[in-house]
């Protein structure tokens, strides 16, 4: 069974930086996905960012590109997210996604995920 677990989240002033972790176990499939999601009060889950196993193609949100920089370490089974130039509407609760399909048009869309991890919050106020 695939097991995703978060780390690295906590609260940081705007402008500030923070790199995520994702520690993945329980994956036999050659390919796959990793995505980070994030979820604010009241609103609805959205897909920051997705790195694909098979050839190391990354995509990311509009909202965060040039900010937030996707990256996997194979020998420690962890995929990252660092995050610059933090602003206060990056605040949200942070999951990691694991998705066996790698998709290019519909990574963000939360139905396509298949485990997720439980979260991380990130905070970003002064």
């Known amino acids: 069974q695939v097991q995703l677990v978060e780390s690295g989240g906590k609260q940081v002033q705007p402008g500030g930086s923070l790199r995520l972790s994702c520690q993945i176990s329980g994956v036999s499939a050659p390919y796959y996905a990793i995505s980070w999601f994030r979820q604010a009060p009241g609103k609805e889950r959205e897909g920051v960012s997705c790195?694909?196993?098979?050839?190391?193609?990354?995509y990311y949100a509009d909202s965060v590109k040039g900010r937030f920089i996707i990256s996997r370490d194979n020998d420690k089974k962890t995929v990252y997210l660092q995050m610059n130039n933090l602003k206060p509407e990056d605040t949200a609760i942070y999951l990691c996604?694991?998705?066996?399909?790698?998709?290019?048009?519909?990574?963000?869309?939360?139905?396509?995920?298949?485990?997720w991890g439980q979260g991380t919050q990130v905070t970003v106020s002064s």
């Open positions: 790195i694909h196993f098979s050839d190391d193609t990354t």
């Open positions: 996604a694991w998705s066996l399909r790698e998709r290019t048009l519909t990574w963000a869309y939360p139905n396509v995920v298949d485990q």
